[in-house]
C-alpha cells in the first residue's frame, strides 16, 4: 500500500514571502502521479498543481511549485509570494497510474496560515 | 458547467441511528469517488463507481455503510446503524472516464456528527 506522510502539521508565512510544504510518500511503483490540493474552510477540495512521476521536470503553477526528488520519494510544495488567500489546508496526493479506480491516498495535510 | 452537489451540507445524528448522503456528480463523468474525512485527517477512500458498478469498496464498512449509484449518475452513501467515531465530512468526488485525465472534482461534503 502506498503511503503519504506530511510532517508539518501546521505552517507559517507572511504575506509576500515564500513557505515550502514537505511530503514524502512510499511506493514501490515506478509510474504515478503526485498531488497538491488545498482545503479551504468551506471544505472544497482545489487542485493546485499535480506531477508526473515520469517526467523529470518540475511542475510550476503560477506561483506554486514543486521540488519532486524521485529517488528520496520527495514531493515538496513551494508557495511564492504568498497572499491571505492561500490560508487553508494543503494535503499531499497519490494516485497509481496503474491502477483503473484512480482514487488518490492523501496525507494528514499541513494547515497554512498566512499573516499580513 | 455545474460542480459536483452534494447534500445535506450538515447533519447531526444520535448513535445507532441511520443517515443518507446524496451525491450529484458533474454531467457526464463516469466515475463516482465517496472519500471519509475524518478531523485532522487526509481524505480515505470508502468506495468508487464507474458508471454504476462498484470498482472498489475494500474499505468500505459493509457491516453498516452502503452505496449505490442507480443508472450510473446520483449516488446516495448510507449509514446504518451509525457510531460515534463515523463522525467525519463525507466527499463525493467525479472524474471522467477518459484515460489519464487526472483531475478528480470534489463536492463541497457532508459534515457528519454523531452524538
Known amino acids: 500500500a502506498q503511503t503519504v506522510t506530511q510532517s508539518q502539521p501546521e505552517m507559517s508565512v507572511q504575506e509576500a514571502e515564500t513557505v515550502t510544504l514537505s511530503c514524502t510518500y512510499d511506493?514501490?511503483?515506478?509510474?504515478?502521479?503526485l498531488f497538491w490540493y488545498k482545503q479551504p474552510p468551506s471544505r472544497q477540495m482545489i487542485l493546485v498543481i499535480r506531477q508526473e512521476a515520469y517526467k523529470q521536470q518540475n511542475a510550476t503553477e503560477n506561483r506554486f511549485s514543486v521540488n519532486f526528488q524521485k529517488a528520496a520519494k520527495s514531493f515538496s510544495l513551494k508557495i511564492s509570494d504568498s497572499q491571505l488567500g492561500d490560508a487553508a489546508m494543503y494535503f499531499c496526493?497519490?494516485?497509481?497510474?496503474?491502477?483503473?479506480?484512480?482514487?488518490?491516498?492523501f496525507g494528514k495535510g499541513t494547515s497554512l496560515l498566512v499573516t499580513p | 458547467e455545474a460542480g459536483v452537489a452534494q447534500s445535506p451540507r450538515y447533519k447531526i445524528i444520535e448513535k445507532r441511528q441511520s443517515v443518507a448522503f446524496w451525491c450529484n456528480p458533474i454531467?457526464?463523468?463516469?466515475?463516482l469517488y465517496w472519500y471519509q474525512q475524518i478531523l485532522g485527517q487526509g481524505p480515505k477512500l470508502l468506495i468508487q463507481f464507474q458508471n454504476n458498478g462498484v470498482v472498489d469498496d475494500s474499505q468500505l464498512p459493509k457491516d453498516r455503510f452502503s452505496a449505490e449509484r442507480l443508472k450510473g449518475v446520483d449516488s446516495t452513501l448510507k449509514i446504518q446503524p451509525a457510531k460515534l467515531e463515523d463522525s467525519a465530512v463525507y466527499l463525493c468526488?467525479?472524474?471522467?472516464?477518459?484515460?489519464?485525465?487526472?483531475?478528480?472534482?470534489f463536492g463541497p461534503g457532508t459534515r457528519l456528527t454523531v452524538t
Open positions: 468526488a467525479s472524474r471522467p472516464l477518459t484515460v489519464n485525465f487526472y483531475e478528480q472534482y
Open positions: 454531467s457526464g463523468h463516469a466515475t
Open positions: 496526493a497519490y494516485r497509481r497510474l496503474s491502477n483503473s479506480g484512480y482514487a488518490l491516498n
Open positions: 511506493t514501490s511503483e515506478s509510474d504515478y502521479y
